[in-house]
């Protein structure tokens, strides 16, 4: 089992930052990629950005945050994070980290989500 625990999620005003953190624990030699997706009200959970845990190779899934969204991570520190700049009104979702041992786009382990609330 892997347990993820998101954090860094708030109210930022249009224009601002935000940087999400999701530790990982518990059996993690078998992750393959992880991943950020995020749910608007309303809307399905959609796969924004990804990564290899061990390699670091980087994907990003929606034209619309490429350039203001960077996913890296800190295997010393088993953490994943998600900086976010220049952040828009549409932004505003339920984030959720996900960790993968098959596929790029199939997740295995979810963390309980944050909310990130992008004010215009």
């Known amino acids: 089992q892997v347990q993820l625990v998101e954090s860094g999620g708030g109210l930022v005003q249009s224009g601002g930052s935000l940087r999400l953190s999701c530790v990982v624990s518990g059996r993690t030699f078998g992750v393959y990629f992880m991943g950020w997706f995020r749910q608007a009200p309303g809307k399905e959970r959609k796969l924004v950005t990804a990564?290899?845990?061990?390699?670091?190779?980087?994907?990003y899934f929606e034209d619309s945050v490429k350039g203001r969204f960077t996913i890296s991570r800190n295997n010393a520190k088993n953490t994943l994070y998600l900086q976010m700049n220049s952040l828009k009104p549409e932004d505003t979702a339920v984030y959720y980290c996900?960790?993968?041992?098959?596929?790029?786009?199939?997740?295995?382990?979810w963390g309980q989500g944050t909310q990130v609330t992008v004010s215009s």
């Open positions: 996900a960790a993968s041992e098959r596929s790029l786009s199939e997740y295995d382990y």
């Open positions: 990564i290899t845990w061990s390699g670091g190779s980087t994907y």
